[in-house]
């Protein structure tokens, strides 16, 4: 897998100059693209694109092997998941081997099937819950396998909501006026600018419901909890990243592109001066520095697919590209010499008056994770069709927690 990565990254890198080369041609010859050259050009975006999803879908997959091989041979002194024993010389734990082994019995057959221990089901109960939960391992890697698919929620600022209904963070909302240069004995005037507030988070509800053929699980028994995990995952996973991006706060997070006086209010904007459908340098050079320099160390941009394609095109008054491509392995590409998220989820309209881009600290946006994540079998609703349905449910919030610490950008009106 090492190979193709290799390979496929020194094909964009070949592509990336061979687009550099048709806009220089045009320049030294002091003209914009021509038609036939446009459509090349963007045909090569799109390229550098799909090549760098496909890069990155690989050294995705190239994780989940090293963790899923990590996984089978469980560290001493820690019960196998699989319920197959431990290490040599390694103690086991009895409950966790029939736990995860009724568990795989479960996702495999359904209640019919179980030759492990089944007990009444109870939640204030961890030792009745006949061993239908799934296991720790399993629900760590739903876990990990989000915040791997998900930018937002890997770079931001996660916190456990596991005893409220939601969470109370005090926020400053404004600081103290400056004081007053005075005599030895003075005090200065009394201040009333200082402002304290809070910000609550909500965790909402949030499921995917899957159906699997029961012939597949009965034949795949060993990779089951595989399938699950990775389809459950996904949709999980693509659903938190359009609400951290997009979502209105109504039962759901509180978007970087929605303006909002509780997130990123609309004062944290920068506007193309001239152009209703396209990206401005200037207008992207002015975001940077709206930016205090203690947040734009860590900064990343946030843009789609599109955006980065016209982008791309776009010069500073030095005459040089605004955009760089990422050479180096896991380097991203870098806008203004800035790293580029990007994201199927942000916007990518270009009419007039629409964001386009974005960029912000990203442990500035906070997330209210509760309870964690949970897998329900649904074993008779799909009999007919042969298949079984899995839920997987989770609640979460998020929003922005500092207005400073974002900015967007947005065509002209």
């Keep these: 897998m090492h190979k193709q990565i290799r390979e ?3 094909q964009r890198a070949k592509i990336y100059e ?10 030294i010859e002091k003209r914009s693209l021509m038609a036939d050259e446009q459509k090349s050009y963007d045909k090569m975006i799109a390229d550098m694109g799909t090549l760098k999803t496909d890069i990155e879908n690989l050294e ?5 092997e090293s963790e899923l091989r990590s996984s089978a041979g469980p560290a001493a002194g820690r019960p196998d998941p699989d319920g197959a024993g431990s290490r040599a010389g390694a103690p086991t734990d009895p409950k966790s081997e029939i736990r995860a082994a009724g568990f795989r019995e479960f996702l495999a057959g359904g209640m019919a099937t179980l030759t492990s221990e089944q007990r009444a089901l109870q939640v204030s109960d961890q030792s009745a819950a006949g061993y239908l939960v799934a296991p ?7 876990i990990k396998f989000l915040n791997n698919a998900v930018f937002v929620r890997g770079m931001g600022t996660v916190i456990p909501v596991t005893s409220a209904q939601s969470l109370g963070v005090a926020s400053l909302d404004a600081d103290p006026a400056d004081p007053d240069w005075t005599s030895e004995l003075g005090t200065g005037g009394e201040d009333s600018a200082m402002k304290v507030g809070k910000r609550k988070f909500v965790p909402h509800p949030l499921a995917k419901r899957i159906k699997v053929s029961r012939t597949l699980l009965q034949l795949t028994a060993g990779g089951a909890e595989t399938l699950v995990r990775d389809r459950l995952g996904y949709k999980m996973a693509t659903t938190e990243e359009n609400a951290f991006l997009n979502g209105d706060g109504v039962n759901k997070p509180l978007g970087i592109f929605v303006a909002s006086s509780d997130g990123v209010p609309a004062s944290r904007d920068t506007v193309n001066a001239t152009s209703s459908t396209a990206p401005e340098a200037d207008a992207l050079i002015a975001a940077k520095y709206a930016l205090k320099g203690g947040y734009r160390g860590n900064a990343i941009w946030v843009l789609h697919r599109d955006a980065i394609g016209k982008v791309a095109q776009l010069k500073g008054s030095d005459g040089q590209y605004l955009w760089r491509m990422g050479m180096a392995l896991n380097e991203p590409d870098r806008l203004l010499n800035l790293p580029i998220m990007e994201s199927e989820y942000a916007p990518n309209a270009f009419t007039a ?19 964690g994540m949970s897998v329900q079998r649904l074993d008779e609703l799909y009999a007919e069709a042969n298949q079984v349905g899995f839920i997987s449910r989770s609640q979460v919030d998020g929003q922005p927690v500092l207005a400073e610490a974002f900015v967007r950008v947005k065509t002209k009106p």
């Excluded at 720790?136 to 739903?142: C, R, S, V, W, Y």
């Excluded at 008056?353 to 309870?371: C, R, S, V």
């Design 8 to 10: 496929k990254r020194e």
């Design 18 to 27: 061979q687009a550099k080369a048709l806009l220089g041609k045009a320049e």
């Design 60 to 64: 995705r997959a190239e994780q989940i």
């Design 136 to 142: 720790e391992q399993f629900q760590t890697e739903l």
């Design 353 to 371: 008056g629409t964001y386009y881009a974005a960029l912000y600290g990203p442990k500035f946006y906070w997330i209210a994770d509760a309870f």
